[in-house]
């Protein structure tokens, strides 16, 4: 097998194998090539080639969305680390794992006028959860005696022996920061950045490794339940009247039916989910827009409540948010390993525990169900609601609406789902997605750069098929995704192209203004075709309801390319049709 010549190199990819970080994409260049020879000439690594490093970060998320294990990113010195950082944003907020593994030059040669050269140092800053600068290896010539050095040293053997202990303490140093960085990665669920400078030459190889690792534990995350805070919970718990329970991002199968059943069983219960919580049962609330978008204040105060617990990752809902901003519950008490956000500025505390390994602790210590009219009261709103949907569906000409209602029925049972940000994964927050079709939706940043990379990462190693969802600006914007020779056959994108971004028709602002329309709408006559010919995507396009019906029948087919399916649908009249769908379901 080939080895870097560099021990550093030998270093950092025996480390990873040592941490189990398997998956390793790898953007070209030379700076890197000791990493890139480390890594391609060891079976045990799954190696992939992405041309665009901020395509590569996102493609690397979508994989540690998936796997909940670290992914390894590896790039050049130079500004190829920085079109890494909105995927580490990403992972930082949303409590993914990625390692990047940036080359880099020298100290000496930084800040000389050298090219691909900037100060890599902490170049994330914040947005990781550690930061590891690697020192250079000393090269063999450097035990060569010079003329200065005579005074000091006695004898080469004084020289010799300085130099491997020196050697020596920059290993134990580089394998201390290393082996931190992976730990941290693994067990806080976010992204590390390791620097790493090379020297020339960077393209020798060796046949053997130089370098002997000093042995390592690899550590698991334990969870430890404090039994003061369970019953504090509980006190609490027992004595309210109104408990509302808020599930943002978590994955699939995160916590048991059993628990899922004791928490609806509650009367004094009411638990909103969102899209992305992979939460189901027959009691509890999706679709939160539609529930509290239509209500007045009576309603507001017949909602609010006594206790919230909130469980998993950012919620998509900005309605929920204001109204827990405005109607604040008495407590608020946040569970899961990551930070807790006091998005309600009401936090009382943060329990850090798996949610399923927090209900399972509380559950069993519940001594009673208060009696309460709290959850048949929204249950029965919740009914009213799904009633109206189906209703004012009717009354629509095809549109943004209408689109996704079809789709959403469309996509095929135990498959993944993958929705790009904006209004994409607001719409789809309004209709019902069945229990096995799992959802994945970056919204640690909720930017729209990067959904299709990380669609695509998730398809690679996720067995189920994948479809991903998104708008045209989304998509447009990542449209570098799709140059990328891992995309499964089975994978389908479905863009709904309604010609610029349409959410801003929804927020405040001037609409149907030159102003307006250039730079926000940011208007435009683009479709997909192109794109499809060029990266080899089998293209089909709807401009109405019948056409897309027709499409979707066979959509899903298996088929010798992947497919995008681009739906036209009007511009100007989706603002209307959405905000006047809250009006119609009060």
């Not at 930070?339 to 525990?353: G, M, P, Q, V, Y």
């Not at 075709?529 to 897309?548: P, T, V």
């Amino acid at each position: 097998m080939k080895y870097s010549k560099i021990p550093l190199s030998q270093t950092v990819v025996t480390l990873c194998k040592t941490h189990n970080v398997k998956h390793i994409v790898i953007s070209p260049g030379s700076r890197n090539a000791p990493l890139t020879i480390g890594f391609t000439h060891d079976d045990f690594f799954k190696c992939y080639s992405i041309v665009d490093e901020r395509c590569a970060a996102f493609f690397a998320l979508g994989i540690a969305q998936q796997l909940q294990e670290p992914v390894a990113v590896v790039c050049t010195s130079g500004s190829a680390l920085l079109n890494y950082y909105p995927a580490i944003s990403e992972a930082y907020y949303s409590n993914i794992p990625l390692v990047v593994l940036s080359a880099d030059r020298p100290k000496h040669l930084i800040d000389i006028g050298d090219g691909q050269t900037i100060k890599q140092k902490n170049v994330y800053g914040e947005h990781v959860c550690y930061s590891a600068n690697l020192k250079l290896d000393l090269r063999e010539g450097d035990n060569k005696l010079s003329e200065s050095d005579l005074p000091i040293f006695k004898s080469i053997e004084n020289k010799l022996e300085r130099f491997l202990g020196l050697q020596k303490d920059i290993q134990t140093y580089n394998e201390s920061e290393i082996h931190e960085a992976l730990t941290v990665s693994k067990l806080n669920l976010g992204p590390v950045h390791i620097n790493i400078p090379f020297d020339e030459p960077l393209y020798e190889t060796v046949d053997a490794l130089k370098i002997s690792p000093k042995p390592f534990k690899i550590q698991n995350r334990t969870e430890k339940v404090d039994d003061f805070e369970i019953k504090s919970l509980l006190d609490v718990w027992h004595n309210a009247k109104r408990k509302m329970i808020l599930v943002g991002v978590l994955q699939p199968n995160s916590i048991e039916e059993k628990w899922l059943q004791e928490i609806a069983d509650d009367d004094s219960v009411i638990v909103f989910t969102e899209t992305t919580s992979n939460l189901h049962h027959s009691d509890f609330l999706p679709g939160i827009d539609k529930m509290i978008a239509p209500l007045d204040e009576a309603g507001f105060k017949a909602l609010q409540p006594d206790i919230l617990i909130t469980f998993g990752g950012l919620i998509v809902s900005k309605k929920i948010k204001v109204f827990l901003r405005n109607y604040k519950p008495e407590h608020h008490f946040h569970i899961g390993l990551a930070n807790a956000n006091d998005t309600f500025f009401c936090l009382d505390k943060h329990i850090k525990l798996r949610p399923n390994t927090f209900l399972n602790a509380f559950l069993p210590q519940v001594t009673h169900h208060t009696k309460s009219t709290y959850k048949a009261t929204w249950l029965a709103v919740r009914q009213k609601r799904r009633k109206m949907q189906e209703v004012y569906l009717e009354t629509l000409a095809f549109s943004d609406f209408t689109v996704f209602h079809s789709i959403l029925k469309s996509v095929p049972k135990k498959s993944q789902l993958q929705v790009g940000n904006s209004s994409a994964i607001r719409y789809t927050q309004l209709f019902h997605i069945p229990k096995s079709i799992s959802i994945f939706c970056n919204r640690g940043t909720s930017g729209i750069d990067g959904s299709t990379s990380t669609a695509i990462g998730a398809a690679v190693v996720n067995e189920k098929r994948t479809t991903f969802i998104t708008g045209d600006l989304s998509f447009f914007y990542d449209s570098n995704a799709l140059w990328n020779n891992y995309i499964p056959t089975s994978f389908r994108i479905i863009v709904i192209n309604n010609e610029g971004g349409g959410i801003f028709r929804i927020l405040p602002g001037h609409k149907d203004t030159e102003n307006f329309d250039y730079f926000f709408e940011t208007k435009h006559h683009l479709n997909s075709k192109q794109l499809c010919d060029m990266f080899g995507f089998e293209y089909i396009e709807a401009k109405d309801d019948k056409q897309l019906h027709v499409e979707l029948e066979s959509f899903y087919n298996e088929s010798q390319k992947p497919k995008l399916l681009e739906v036209f649908t009007p511009a100007r009249s989706n603002d209307k049709i959405l905000l006047d769908f809250f009006k119609f379901v009060k």
